[in-house]
């Protein structure tokens, strides 16, 4: 009886030890594609036309300050006009960790030479907050990505220009240098007057990456702009803001498709080890800890219930003997 408890706890502490270790010896795939296994469409983050019910409103998304809506075109946050400003907000945050957003969208002015400001895609955790940032607060905590027209100073890059800003509640967004003071990634794009619908699709992958990739020169040609690793905050609201100051141009957002990322299985769990902030890395090792305390309190109940029977069947064969003693006496 001895001989099987001790084999079958061995066999419970290597499956324990197979279940929380086995991930971390496995290397992480570098590309999206190698860590999905498929999307899940999230309707209450996309938005296409004709955007608006018979109340002009929109069950999941809120607009305000110059924003125009056109049921047949689109979204239009400003109008190719000075001193604008519009923006269109989730009403819901994002609470999936893994996600994919693409949007359409359209940037163009009447005149050739001269335009902006630009406009920029949110997932911050505050929302519907007017500002001087592209048509959104300053000092925002979460993700900023700023599609920027016009360069109020002199850079060693072109213009159009995409950045990426993570803010802490406390960082300003700095426009007189365009942001590259706190700028996180960027890349420079001609998404103005493209001649294939012009598309941004954002990938965050949750321990593992950022990324950014355009849709502007030909038709499905999706160009990268830039891959961080970055800890998002959780449940963000998803917003977009536009901007116009002495010069302008119109700022349209098309369509929002949203989906939840859902990882391959050896994925998630890597995913989940070691990986993100503190906060993460506690729960997941609270999680570890967790299991491994239940498999000892398993293997301790099992241990308990084998010797009890184990004492038991002592009992009864020496109760049994002395029972048959008695009568031979």
């Known amino acids: 009886m001895v001989s099987s408890l001790a084999v079958a706890s061995s066999l419970a502490l290597i499956w324990a030890n197979n279940v929380l270790g086995v991930s971390a010896a496995k290397g992480v795939p570098a590309d999206t594609s190698d860590l999905t296994e498929a999307t899940v469409p999230l309707r209450t983050h996309s938005l296409y036309g004709p955007y608006v019910d018979n109340d002009l409103q929109n069950r999941w998304w809120d607009f305000g300050a110059d924003t125009i809506i056109n049921t047949n075109k689109g979204i239009r946050?400003?109008?190719?006009?000075?001193?604008?400003?519009?923006?269109?907000?989730?009403?819901?945050?994002?609470?999936?960790?893994?996600?994919?957003?693409?949007?359409?969208?359209?940037?163009?002015?009447?005149?050739?030479?001269?335009?902006?400001?630009?406009?920029?895609?949110?997932?911050?955790?505050?929302?519907?907050?007017?500002?001087?940032?592209?048509?959104?607060?300053?000092?925002?905590y979460g993700l900023g990505?700023?599609?920027?027209?016009?360069?109020?100073?002199?850079?060693?890059?072109?213009?159009?220009?995409?950045?990426?800003?993570?803010?802490?509640?406390?960082?300003?967004?700095?426009?007189?240098?365009?942001?590259?003071?706190?700028?996180?990634?960027?890349?420079?794009?001609?998404?103005?007057?493209?001649?294939?619908?012009?598309?941004?699709?954002?990938?965050?992958?949750?321990?593992?990456?950022?990324?950014?990739?355009?849709?502007?020169?030909?038709?499905?040609?999706?160009?990268?702009?830039?891959?961080?690793?970055?800890?998002?905050?959780?449940?963000?609201?998803?917003?977009?803001?536009?901007?116009?100051?002495?010069?302008?141009?119109?700022?349209?957002?098309i369509s929002v498709t949203a989906s939840s990322a859902v990882l391959r299985g050896e994925n998630a769990a890597l995913m989940n080890r070691g990986r993100g902030n503190g906060h993460a890395d506690r729960h997941d090792k609270k999680t570890g800890l967790s299991w491994f305390l239940f498999m000892l309190k398993g293997i301790a109940l099992f241990a308990l219930v084998a010797f009890g029977y184990s004492f038991y069947k002592t009992w009864a064969a020496k109760a049994r003997k002395k029972a048959r003693m008695k009568r031979e006496w």
């Open 145 to 253: 990505v700023f599609f920027d027209t016009y360069a109020n100073t002199r850079h060693s890059y072109t213009f159009p220009r995409v950045t990426a800003m993570m803010g802490d509640g406390r960082k300003s967004y700095d426009a007189g240098t365009d942001g590259a003071q706190n700028e996180l990634a960027g890349c420079s794009a001609n998404y103005r007057r493209t001649e294939v619908p012009t598309k941004a699709r954002l990938t965050y992958i949750r321990g593992h990456h950022l990324e950014l990739e355009l849709h502007y020169k030909s038709w499905d040609e999706w160009t990268p702009c830039f891959k961080v690793n970055v800890t998002m905050p959780s449940s963000p609201y998803v917003g977009f803001s536009a901007l116009t100051g002495q010069v302008s141009e119109y700022h349209d957002i």
């Open 77 to 140: 946050l400003t109008q190719d006009r000075p001193s604008e400003q519009g923006w269109l907000w989730s009403r819901l945050p994002l609470t999936s960790p893994n996600y994919q957003i693409e949007w359409e969208f359209k940037i163009d002015s009447k005149g050739s030479n001269i335009f902006g400001d630009g406009m920029a895609m949110w997932l911050t955790k505050d929302r519907a907050q007017p500002g001087p940032v592209f048509g959104s607060k300053d000092q925002f």
